[in-house]
């Protein structure tokens, strides 16, 4: 079984348009737009003369707009200016209305008042006695629980001395009692002395611990060391051994 010829002809578009003839056209040609009928140079200064005159009208029409737009609102502005006028007139006649009025019935209750006044004297004195009373009392309260607070204070800061002074003592008698179990022939002169004594062993001691602790850990690093390159070397041995067997 032989492969299909899928191979097609090659033909020339130019040679096969001329082998069919000229085509019918159906719009103009590029000569027709060339050939378009054109206006000559005064015919378009007429239409830019035209233009202007176009807007001049616009311009007016819109002049004549806001002329009458101006006279409408000054209408409406002396309208509002007469509105007001007349209101604050109406204000003015409620204000005489109601100053004749209060002339009049103060007047009548002149001597209402003067009883009234009297009594209300009278309330503010007995109400000024009970804010000082009640001030005072305010103020005493204040005063006892100050006081109160302070004894308080007072006090805890006298037990903590205390407990401070005791603990000293029982430190400074303990320190004296192990001296002279240790050292029974040496009999200290004052406890102050012994007190200051002991503190500097103490120190002494710690100092030396932590010399001995630091000797410790630097020997324990050391030997770890050594080990290490021990190891590192029988390591090395056992290689060179089986390089040398293999050869």
Partial sequence: MGKRDNRVAYMNPIAM??????????????????NRPRPTWEEVKKQLEN???GSKALAEFEEKMNENWKK??????????????????????????????CQSSSSSSSSDSSSSSDSENEEKKQGKKRKKKKNHSYKSSESSTYESE????????????????????????SLSKKRKKTYPEDKPSSSESSSESDYEEEGQAKKKRRHEEREKSTEKAKKKKKKQRKKHGKKKKKKSGSSHKSG
């Fill in 72 to 101: 409408e609102l000054e209408k409406s502005r002396d309208k509002l200016l007469s509105g007001n006028e007349s209101s604050s007139k109406k204000k003015e006649k409620k204000k005489k209305k109601k100053k004749k009025s």
């Fill in 51 to 53: 233009k202007k005159k």
């Fill in 17 to 34: 348009a001329r082998w069919r003839g000229q085509t019918q056209s159906t719009g103009p040609t590029i000569q027709d737009y060339l």
């Fill in 150 to 173: 302070l004894e308080t204070k007072e006090s805890v800061k006298k037990k903590k001395k205390s407990k401070d002074g005791t603990e000293k003592e029982k430190y400074i008698r």
